[in-house]
């Protein structure tokens, strides 16, 4: 099995920053992919940052030019930087990895979810 434990939510004011950070730990031989998600109350659950084990990124429009999504894979985690946060911001943000296990089966695990608020 594979765990992903994120960390680093909290509450900011608009126009502040927050460091969200992803670690996947358990039977792991490789990691293809990790990205950020969210989910804002009432709402379906959106993709906003991914990055390939070769450092490829891509971005959601909405967060483009003030996320930046990094990861170290010697520690398997990734990072999502989130600058010039808006209220619109606010959601509970889920890492997700997807590869293989030291048995060489597949596998997508989820986070638990770290709440990130932005409010004055």
């Known amino acids: 099995q594979v765990q992903l434990v994120e960390a680093g939510g909290g509450l900011v004011q608009p126009g502040g920053s927050l460091r969200v950070s992803c670690t996947a730990s358990g039977s792991i031989f490789s990691i293809y992919a990790m990205g950020w998600y969210r989910q804002a109350p009432g709402k379906q659950r959106e993709w906003v940052a991914g990055?390939?084990?070769?450092?490829?990124?891509n971005y959601a429009d909405s967060v483009t030019g003030r996320f930046t999504i990094s990861r170290d894979n010697a520690k398997n985690t990734v990072y999502l930087q989130m600058n010039s946060l808006k209220p619109e911001d606010t959601a509970v943000y889920f890492c997700?990895?997807?590869?293989?296990?030291?048995?060489?089966?597949?596998?997508?695990?989820w986070g638990q979810g770290t709440q990130v608020t932005v409010s004055s």
């Open positions: 990055i390939t084990s070769g450092g490829s990124t």
């Open positions: 997700n990895a997807h590869g293989l296990m030291s048995d060489r089966r597949g596998f997508s695990s």
